[in-house]
């Protein structure tokens, strides 16, 4: 398995600049990020400053939300929600187009909370963004969150996100299959590998129950990852789980 590191989960007690030479520094090659930004459209010194703090680490972005509004204080997307969906879509170029700098092959369209989305809005703004990552030579993925932590977020199964994704249309939209929320929900995420790894654009981990690292809870890691490898699966899997102190990544020595 080739793992990356969500540098907006873990190494939090650092400055974000400072998150990708600690990830290199970790032994890591690669990571993603929720948008990082408090805008939609941040300056382009502050993309600079990013871009460049990646790239003298000497790591790869292999994953970026777009903007999703203030995930700290609960929200979840803007992609169906429409007194956002202009923010959105001012986000949609400036995402892909960072990305398309980087080399980043994966952009994430959070849905949004209810009350107040709308699914004709998110088809739509769904395909102004497969149009945008097709251009920079990206796929649009599609995430299922568990209603535990999200109680109003409203696709939180796979064959939800798998309905959306077939009503898009578009070749280069995929599933995140974060298999930390789906187990949540009360999936077998051993057999959704099995039926349809080939329809995942990126996988995302973290133990359940405590949203630990592998090994902390109850989920079957070692399988899992047995599992997407005998699948075909190529990509990397994100690492997005809480941790504090030291060990945050002994159990890859393990």
Known sequence: MRFDVNLSILFTDLPLLERPAAAAKAGFDAVELWWPFGTAEPSRAELDALRAAIEDAGVRLVGLNFDAGDMAAGERGLLARPDDSARFLANVGVAAGFAAELGCGTLNALYGNDPGTDRALALTNLRAAADAAAD?????????????????????????????????????????????????????????????????????????????????????????????????????VGLEYRHEGPGAFAWRRQ
Do not use: C, K, W
């Open 136 to 236: 920079a030579g990206a796929t649009v993925v599609v995430e299922a969150l568990n209603s535990r932590e999200n109680p109003h977020y409203p696709i939180t199964s796979s064959a939800a996100a798998f309905d959306l994704i077939d009503e898009v249309g578009r070749d280069n939209v995929a599933f995140l299959a974060d298999l930390y929320h789906l187990h949540v929900m009360g999936e077998d995420v051993l057999a959704l590998i099995d039926a349809h790894a080939a329809r995942f654009g990126h996988v995302q981990i973290a133990d359940d129950p405590g949203r630990g690292q592998p090994g902390s809870g109850r989920m079957p890691y070692p399988e899992i990852f047995a599992r997407l490898a005998a699948a075909g699966y190529r990509g990397h």
